[in-house]
């Protein structure tokens, strides 16, 4: 996500490195570079000459104080510039209507009804909803089959009428089940075509009309760059939506309308999806945006991902069993499917600030701890809850039933040993397990 973009500011930073102030003229070949990059990224060329406008005065306005360099103080202005770019601040889901009616519009194949299914998760799981998802594609069997499907694997009813061909009669027979049922939100997913049509229009227009949804969601591929611009103004013009979800941020995308989409449709980024698991569903920050942009990390994210799976009894546990020295490998287990449930890998390295530079040409797949958790998986339940115990024979037999070879085994018990230690130091300074308690809270 944005790799080629970062890398392309990053350059123009450099040039700014070892000189010892701001002038026009070092500015300039700066912000040529930065106007260069955004245009490759698929940035509309006004809206990028305007933002590196914006970025030069800013620049040639500020006074470079002697603990700041000015490549420093440049990264600070087009960070906040890309921030405010991209919609300022996060834009909260109108939920607080009881039902509360969130309308799913988009192009075929843009994600909407994978996005429908998440949404769900997220306001079941996170926001503690019951919510109701509708299937209103009336032109497309597969896309109420999928819609059933999600539904299924998170617990989420799904209201279909499968002989019913009125799209605005089933939303409106779908709110009075949703009212007897006590669901308190609905999640509409509507038809899509492979391009912007009239038919498409009038009937997602009709719906919204009879339903009055509290939030109407434009969802679009962002692997489609400008196109996806100029499909949200077309969706803007007669729907008047209320936000935008990008999808297919973690593919092959430049980035140019995660940058654009707000400054052109004037209606906020609200929701990005990526991958197709249903809990890979991020609210829209536009500052940690443009810090992961920048290459900057997103540690905000990061300990928030990690709050939702550590939990404080969990810590405290933890913590007890490290301050005994008792930490062993069923522990250590629990703690790596802790950091899976977090998400992807890669990604969430990339939100350490300086990791995501040194790790891009990395192919770190999410299966990196399959190894050692056939490793353990090998070790009888006396050997985990007391590492000591594992000998040279013990050695040869876990290696055997893990497929690995012994010198893979001593790597990680030599590891496993290692941390061991520095918990232990860590605990007779008395910080013992406070960080991970921390992260409980």
């Known amino acids: 996500m944005f790799e080629s973009l970062s890398e392309r500011l990053d350059s123009a930073f450099k040039q700014l490195k070892g000189e010892g102030r701001i002038s026009e003229i070092n500015v300039a070949s700066t912000v040529k570079e930065i106007r260069r990059a955004l245009v490759d990224a698929d940035v509309n060329y006004k809206i990028a000459k305007d933002f590196t406008d914006r970025v030069r005065e800013k620049a040639l306005g500020e ?39 969130i309308l799913i519009a988009g192009l075929q ?39 059933k499907v999600l539904g299924e694997q998170i617990g989420v009813e799904v209201y279909n009428e499968p002989e019913n061909k009125n799209a605005v009669q089933i939303a409106q ?27 498409m229009m009038t009937e997602v227009a009709n719906i919204k009309t009879a339903v009055k949804p509290n ?28 936000g935008v979800v990008l999808t297919k941020l973690d593919g092959d995308t430049r980035g140019g309308a995660a940058l654009t989409i707000k400054y052109t449709v004037e209606k906020p980024i609200k929701f990005v999806s990526m991958g197709e698991k249903l809990d890979t569903l991020d609210v829209f920050y536009p500052e940690r945006m443009a810090q992961r942009i920048l290459g900057m990390g997103d540690i905000t994210t990061l300990v ?25 490998f069923d522990d250590f287990r629990e703690q790596l499917q802790q950091i ?80 061991r230690q520095m918990m232990k130091m860590m605990n007779k300074f008395g910080t013992g397990g406070k960080g991970l308690k921390a992260l409980g809270r």
């Open 215 to 242: 939030e109407i969601l434009f969802v679009v591929d962002a692997m489609t760059g400008q196109d996806a611009v100029n499909t949200a103004k077309a969706f803007n013009e007669r729907l008047d939506f209320s």
């Open 304 to 328: 928030e991902r990690a709050q939702e799976q550590f939990n404080e009894e969990q810590a405290k546990k933890l913590e007890k069993k490290i301050r005994q020295n008792q930490f062993d």
């Open 63 to 101: 006074k470079v104080i002697t603990a700041i360099s000015p490549s420093q103080l440049m990264v600070k202005i087009v960070k906040d510039e890309l921030a405010e770019l991209m919609g300022g601040a996060e834009a909260e889901l109108d939920i607080k209507s009881n039902p509360s009616i």
């Open 109 to 147: 194949g843009s994600g909407k009804t994978t996005f429908s299914g998440k949404l769900a998760n997220f306001l079941k799981t996170k926001k503690g909803k019951k919510p109701l998802l509708v299937a209103a594609d009336i032109y497309r069997p597969a896309a109420i089959d999928q819609l």
């Open 340 to 419: 899976k449930k977090m998400g992807n890998l890669k990604d969430l390295m990339g939100m350490i600030p300086g990791v995501g530079k040194a790790i891009k040409d990395l192919d770190i797949s999410d299966d990196a701890f399959k190894g050692i958790e056939a490793m353990i998986g090998s070790m009888t339940p006396q050997e985990r809850g007391n590492p000591d115990l594992i000998d040279g024979s013990r050695r040869k037999r876990i290696a055997k039933g893990a497929g690995k070879e012994i010198q893979d085994v001593n790597q990680f018990m030599k590891q496993f040993d290692q941390m």
């Open 173 to 199: 027979n779908a709110i009075q089940h949703a009212k007897q049922n006590n669901y308190n939100v609905i999640i509409i997913d509507t038809a899509g075509r492979l391009a912007v049509d009239e038919v």
